[in-house]
Structure formats: structure tokens, C-alpha cells
């Protein structure tokens, strides 16, 4: 059993939206902080953004995304939500999801801090 699971990616146009969900099971997400990432063809694997455990709730987000991404959490479905408009191709990569405990502290999201790991999902933003 995978106990983290990405969903929702596919092929959009550019300006286009997607919204990715990063599900548990096995454990409650709302003690954790949850980070995404995405990894282009050829590139490192690079922190998005997450979002801290729920009695903070904060949210941290690299510069790149800033002002077109969103993460929340929805606590009765043990999910946690990557909303992203005004897609790029530049956006095009394999998303991930991951958790620690610790790991949300900053807009320097980095894949290291996080122990826990989805299997990702496919984004392609082409015309």
C-alpha cells in the first residue's frame, strides 16, 4: 500500500489551470507539514511550496509560483491541494507530494527535509 498518493495531473494549455491532490492513508496529514515539487525533464527535483501542520496552517511558496499556485488542506479528506493557474510550459514536470514532520519553516522548500514521498503525477502544459 502506497501511503501517500498524487493525483490530478494531465496536459493543459498554457494560462490553463490544474489542481493536484496529494492524499493519505495510514496516517493523518494534519500533524505534518506537506511540501510539493516538481522535477522537469533533465532536471533536479525542486521544492514548490507546502504548507505547515494544520494548527498553523501556514503556506510557503518559491518565487516562481508565487501569486498562481495555491496549497491547502482539507483535513476531513486527508488530503492536502496544489491549485495551479495561469500554467507555463516551464510548469511541465513530474509533481510530487511529501511529509515531515518539520520541513515547512520557509519559502526554501527543499526536497532533503522531507522523508515521506508520493509517486507523482504527470503535468504538461503545451499548446
Known amino acids: 500500500q502506497v501511503p501517500l498518493v498524487e493525483s490530478g495531473g494531465g496536459l493543459v494549455q498554457p494560462g490553463g489551470s490544474l489542481r493536484l491532490s496529494c492524499a493519505a492513508s495510514?496516517?493523518?496529514?494534519?500533524?505534518?507539514?506537506i511540501g510539493w515539487f516538481r522535477q522537469a525533464p533533465g532536471k533536479e527535483r525542486e521544492g514548490i511550496g507546502c504548507?505547515?501542520?494544520?494548527?498553523?496552517?501556514?503556506?510557503y511558496y518559491v518565487e516562481s509560483v508565487k501569486g498562481r499556485f495555491t496549497i491547502s488542506r482539507d483535513n476531513a479528506k486527508n488530503t492536502v491541494y496544489l491549485q495551479m493557474n495561469s500554467l507555463k510550459p516551464e510548469d511541465t514536470g513530474v509533481y510530487y507530494c511529501?511529509?515531515?514532520?518539520?520541513?515547512?519553516?520557509?519559502?526554501?522548500?527543499?526536497?532533503?527535509?522531507?522523508?515521506?514521498w508520493g509517486q507523482g503525477t504527470q503535468v504538461t502544459v503545451s499548446s
Open positions: 511529501a511529509v515531515e514532520s518539520w520541513a515547512c519553516y520557509s519559502d526554501d522548500v527543499r526536497p532533503g527535509d522531507f522523508g515521506t
Open positions: 495510514g496516517f493523518s496529514l494534519d500533524v505534518y507539514g
Open positions: 504548507i505547515t501542520s494544520s494548527s498553523d496552517g501556514s503556506t
